[in-house]
């Protein structure tokens, strides 16, 4: 067993690209798993907090006011995707969603917006203000083959800080009757309606918390790498946050978190194991290095459909409210 | 029984005909579906505190009709009066909020929220339920009496038992008490149910029934469609009759059980069944 494959897989998991995701995904839970909005375009929020962020910076401003800017751009984003489409049926939203993830990101990159966003280059060097903030000594902490130097670890105690607060934030709204009355549109919207609730106030209200929450982990993964380019937000970072929830359970507290990082460290794992393997010669000349990616992605395809087959309530979710009847 | 004391007392059984006290007031209503004209009302009022009950043929406009004046369809033409303010363009949710609260003929009960929390969120004027009011207000005082007052009710429903389970473990029967007991929450001034006692077993009726005209006799107003005519027969103070999207009869339980345009109306669609659901 060679341990470098492990220590790896746990270093992904308790990283700053799994606080991300678990972040990404509180967000997307409070849509989805709470009140039912299939929203397939999540990666816009975390694309608009991103540039937000950067361009904001680039344009002299500080980084601070970045951040404000990239949440209330991505708070903004939901009023308007909400407002034409959340009088729909719920279909109408994921195919609306998906495709403004997509307009934006290729705005983003079109020659047009390039003044502001550099197109197809993107941004770089716009978080050295939150670096510079860095309370922590040089050095590198933490023993055998999991050490983190000052840098990652102070990304990663900010990330998973807000991962905790964020959770907090969203245990307080879900405990509440606000809560309670958006799974109740999550169950029946006509119902909901009978009872006087404006069920497109609250769709709204969650679509715009979700994109703020979806805003802030765009800004944790721009500000680790330090780097925003358009073709980071393609659709697939939804569905990584669509897996996660699933993962965890959709409408459950915790769900996001540990979906997070048990997605992250299996991600990893796999591809440890599977170069190891094919570097060793165990599949012949049948793969390559090059094939482990798709081969990956295929696993976690074939993963996703056992979980909705077998477990579809997730880690955290109760077996019987799966077996309840819709109606 | 309630003839005596009804308000109706005195009214003309004439399709359209005005009544001493109407709650609500509808005019020249139209509904059309394509070429079908599902709803085609040009006047009708309900009693204030009475039990009117809505009966006609499969496809007659009821549902329809009660689509529209909650504000869940909106009808090509017409107005309509709840307490006298307008009701034309007004949302579901702000008619219910004014007092009309329906239920549903295939009920809509939330079934991963427990039946508890299914009436709490019911209840009126809970500051808990805004999103800062959430975050900051003081709402575990009038979640106390909410809940109080929920388990009261869902009490005298046979539900109380049944609080913490997931409304969707219940029955399809003990689901239509659910959903009565949750519109009452709402506290309406007028309550309209679209067929409460189907699926429901005859003991359970019995109690629904009188459950019914008790809400009457404290001043709510029951409008309810129904195909069971002994349950018409036993507590309504008034009958509606649609065919076609028409009113084409309405008067007290006896007259109408023995209009010709009525009997017409059934066994006309439907060779002489008069069916229950």
Redesign the interface.
Known sequence: MNWGILSDAIRTAVGVPAAAYALSSIGLNLQFGYTGLLNFGHVASMLVGAYGLAITVDLGGSMWLGIVMGIAAAVFLGLLIGIPTLRLRADYLAIVTIAVGEILRLVVRSSWAAPLTNGKYGIQRFANAFFALNPIPAGHYGGWDLAFDQRALWVMLVGWSLVGLTTAFVW??TR??????I??I???E??????????FAYKL?SLM?GGAIGALAGILLAIDQQNVTPDTYIPLLTFYAFTIVILGGPGTLFGPIIGSVIFWFLFELMDGIMTGAVLKGWFGGLLDTTDIGPIRFALFGIGLMWLMAFRPQGIFGKR??ML???? | MAAEISPLTGVAPKPGISKPDPIVVADDLRRFFGGLRAVDVDHFEIQRGTITSLIGPNGAGKTTLFNLL?G?DRPQQGHWHLNGGPLVGI????V??KGM????Q????????TVL??M???A?D?T????W???FGR?RHI?EVNTAKAMQSLGSFDLAHMANE?A??LSGGQRKLLEMA??L??EPEIVMLDEPTAGINPALTESLLRHIMRLRDEGMTVVFIEHDMDVVQEISDWVVCMSQGQIIAEGPPGYVARNKAVIDAYLGEHHGVIEDE
């Not at chain 1, 509440?176 to 009355?181: F, L, M, N, T």
């Not at chain 2, 949302?91 to 702000?94: G, Q």
């Open positions: 307080k709204l509440s009757p606000w809560g309670r009355v799974r109740a999550r169950e029946d006509d119902a909901a309606r009978s009872l006087g609730k404006n069920v209200q918390i019987e409210e309840i009847d819709g109606r | 909650s869940f949302p579901a949710f702000k219910a909020r609260v329906r239920t549903f295939l009920t809509k009960s939330l079934a991963r929220l929390e299914n709490l969120v019911a009126k809970q808990g339920e805004s999103f009011g959430s975050l709402w979640e997931y969707g473990s949750r519109a929450m709402v």
